[in-house]
């Protein structure tokens, strides 16, 4: 396990139990206590934990709630987005979902399209889309979160770079104009990252919480995606920085 693959492992700790002790780490991941100090020291730096007397624990801006609250959390504004986002949609298209809440939403809304062949990493939008009218529904499977009840790993990376969906829909923790589309989970974030090259048109699913909201795990740069849908019309500097880049933005009616 390399230093990189070490700090995801590290952080998935973390956001199953909140804190661990240096000594937990170590023994878990089957390292020196030296080298988990160094790995913590890092993820500290980059403001990603918090730093207590033999132990380690996320940050409170981090402690993001599961993905069950997650989904009804703004429900009425996710599934309006969900709405809209299904107009995107198109007979015949191949179709990416990844495993966000306000994806979940987008999956649920989409019934029209004929003949789509829908990729997806989450179990909650295999069960929602698998049998839906003359449909395929492609699983890209790895080692599973229980939290996220998807899979991100490697293996599930791989799987998923075989296809070239027309497009690509991403849910986000957080828009921020100096950094971008940012997430809370490392690894959630590499696997998304991993897609980005790889579809006709990149499409970020985000309620207007999300704007300016504290983001752990940079995931893109603007000028990585194409669309924006979202309840609101962003503002100020956030709004410069999504025209600067050429993102198109489509408000939910």
């Known amino acids: 396990m390399n230093t990189a693959e070490r700090l995801i492992e590290v952080m998935n700790i973390l956001r199953q ?3 661990s002790s240096v000594s937990e780490l170590a023994s ?13 020291r890092h993820l500290e730096k980059n403001g990603n934990v918090v730093k207590m007397h033999g132990s380690v ?4 801006a981090l ?5 069950k609250k997650r989904i009804n959390m703004h429900a009425q504004v996710k599934q309006q987005i969900g709405r809209q986002a299904a107009g995107l949609v198109q007979d015949g298209m191949t179709v990416f979902i990844d495993c966000g809440s306000t994806s979940f939403w987008l999956a649920r809304a989409l019934h029209q399209p004929k ?10 939008i295999t069960s929602e ?14 080692q599973m979160d229980t939290d996220y009840r998807a899979a991100l790993d490697q293996e599930a990376i791989s799987q998923a770079r075989r296809f070239a969906p027309d497009l690509l829909f991403l849910s986000i923790s957080a828009l921020d104009a100096q950094r971008g589309c940012l997430d809370l989970n490392l690894q959630e974030a590499d696997f998304k990252r991993s897609l980005l090259k790889l579809a006709r048109k990149t499409v970020i699913l985000a309620d207007s919480s999300k704007f300016n909201k504290a983001g752990a795990v940079h995931m893109a740069d603007f000028a990585d995606i194409d669309l924006l849908v979202s309840d609101q019309a962003p503002e100020g500097e956030l709004a410069v920085a999504l025209e600067t880049a050429g993102v198109e933005v489509l408000i939910a009616e």
Do not use: A, H, K
């Open 17 to 19: 139990q909140q804190s």
């Open 63 to 67: 402690l993001e709630p599961s993905y």
């Open 28 to 40: 878990r991941l089957n390292v020196t206590m030296e080298t988990i100090r160094r790995d913590i």
């Open 129 to 142: 889309v698998l049998g839906r009218n003359d449909w395929r529904c492609v699983f890209v499977g790895g």
């Open 57 to 60: 624990r996320l940050p409170d």
């Open 115 to 124: 003949g789509l062949q829908i990729v997806t990493n989450s179990l909650d």
